[in-house]
């Protein structure tokens, strides 16, 4: 893939990344310019190929010139996502082995703590702009280098991430990294390319945090393709759509949670603002409700490609906006050659409608970093992986997703899941967000339990009348709950454990 150096030669002053917040612009020369100083600085602190360095960076420039200049000199760099708790810090900054921990001042009462309490250790640590207490001045350290010395020739760094923990401790995603004379290859896999239409007139809307592996990883893309990227410091239903106008926004990537802020504004203000530039609106990371996609598709036209996937990149099924809607709920059919199979608990390959485990074959393989355990509880014997994730395919082989094997909800030996009666619940006009989890009982051992964020005043009575056409009795939700918002990772993903955990110490 193109590297940045050969974007600044082309097309020096064409714009690479806005970050509206600030008003902070990037052109394509000053962010090379910036990356190779960053380079240079990282050379100077005596970090090797292969060495780690951490990021408690949030949304802004210096995030894409670290990101650069650690694969300029064939470092690993771990975003750190700013709502882990101290402990999960210190375990992945220990994990990683980070050599070297950068934060933003935008941080400044985690960064304090964080040194504090002992968490940084010996490792060195520096902070952006206008410094913190305790920290070293990154500013500093890059203008005292050179940035028009030769770099050595090292292998292509990358991004060394970690799941978000939403069911334990972070898990760690290292993968080799490209020898110096393969600094050009394609990655692995390029069906976004194909798929999307990324390319030097791409003007991307990130509206999620950088941390994160995919607005990372579509950024990352976007300027290797030599497009522009607009960088939001943190999503706003109104503000997404103003910079859509305003930035003439032809890609973009979405969770669900996003689509239903953007339906809940006033119809006025959704109408206020030129949409026709967006060509596509990439969705993942969560189940998106049926009536919540056909809704923003009525909005927004036929645009929305979703994609289920993880960061261990076991496989990719991908969906068109076309074939979605001949198959409302699908998640796609796999792609770059992947095998689909759907397989019960003893390994048995399923046929067409049954639920199972997702399993994928022919993909390359991956490992969590220095947990043999777990990675080996992700493949079978025949060598295919699977997420957790359960699932069925129709006859022509279209994936639609159930639940995660531990969401399940065993009530009186019947397995329910809890995705097919949230999928029941959210075609209810009174509904806007919903998670159905089990909780004790005493006879049937769970029971379904739905945690409602309500639009308007919608009853207990009218939710159950609602489900009772939908739903088999043994699936119906037995008690409800309205709250003001549901637990959800910084991906949108929705946190169960934290809403289980609520109702075991009740």
Not at 124 to 148: I, N, Q, R, T
Not at 481 to 497: I, Q, W
Request: include cysteine.
């Amino acid at each position: 893939m193109p590297q940045l150096a050969e974007w600044a030669a082309r097309q020096p002053q064409k714009i690479a990344a806005h970050f509206p917040a600030s008003g902070a612009v990037l052109t394509y020369a000053a962010l090379h310019e910036r990356a190779r100083r960053c380079a240079q600085w990282l050379l100077a602190q005596g970090l090797e190929p292969g060495d780690g360095i951490a990021l408690l960076v949030d949304n802004r420039p210096e995030f894409l010139e670290i990101d650069q200049a650690a694969r300029l000199t064939g470092l690993y760099y771990t975003p750190l996502s700013i709502h882990l708790r101290g402990p999960e810090i210190a375990y992945v900054l220990a994990d990683s082995g980070a050599k070297l921990l950068i934060a933003s001042p935008a941080l400044a009462e985690l960064a304090a703590v964080l040194l504090a309490d002992g968490t940084i250790g010996a490792r060195p640590c520096f902070a952006l702009g206008a410094g913190l207490p305790g920290y070293g001045s990154y500013e500093a350290g890059l203008a005292a280098v050179d940035p028009a010395a030769p770099l050595p020739e090292r292998p292509l760094g990358r991004e060394f991430l970690y799941s978000s923990g939403t069911t334990g401790l972070p898990k760690g995603i290292r993968r080799p990294l490209l020898p110096f004379a393969k600094r050009d290859a394609p990655e692995w896999d390029m069906s976004w390319k194909a798929l999307y239409g990324f390319g030097p007139d791409t003007v991307y809307l990130s509206p999620a945090p950088l941390y994160h592996a995919a607005p990372n990883r579509y950024v990352y893309r976007t300027l290797t393709e030599g497009g522009t990227a607009v960088i939001m410091a943190k999503f706003d239903a109104a503000e997404a759509l103003r910079l859509i106008a305003a930035h003439r926004v032809t890609h973009s990537q979405w969770v669900p949670t996003m689509f239903v802020r953007l339906l809940a504004l006033p119809a006025a203000e959704r109408a206020a603002h030129a949409l026709s530039s967006l060509r596509v609106a990439i969705h993942a990371a969560a189940p998106c409700p049926v009536a919540v996609k056909q809704a923003m598709m009525a909005w927004w036209g036929p645009i929305l490609w979703e994609y289920y996937a993880g960061s261990e990149g076991v496989g990719t099924t991908v969906i068109s906006p076309q074939d979605w809607l001949c198959r409302p709920g699908s998640v796609g059919r796999p792609v770059n050659g992947v095998r689909l199979h759907i397989c019960a608990e003893d390994g048995t390959e399923l046929p067409p409608g049954e639920t199972g485990g997702i399993r994928f074959e022919g993909a390359p393989r991956f490992a969590y970093h220095n947990a043999p355990e777990k990675t080996a509880a992700c493949y079978d014997a025949r060598g295919w992986a699977t997420l957790g994730d359960l699932g069925w395919v129709d006859a022509e082989g279209w994936l639609y997703l159930s639940d995660r094997r531990a969401d399940l909800i065993l009530a009186g030996g019947v397995n329910l899941y809890p995705a097919e009666i949230e999928a029941a619940l959210a075609q209810h006009p009174g509904v806007a967000e919903v998670a159905v989890v089990g909780i004790p009982h005493a006879e049937m051992g769970e029971q379904a339990h739905a945690v409602i964020v309500p639009r308007g005043t919608p009853t207990a009575g009218e939710l159950d009348a609602h489900c009772r056409p939908l739903l088999a009795g043994p699936k119906r939700p037995r008690s409800y709950e309205f709250v003001a918002e549901l637990p959800r990772s910084e991906a949108g993903k929705l946190l169960r454990r934290v809403l289980k955990e609520r109702y075991l110490k009740a």
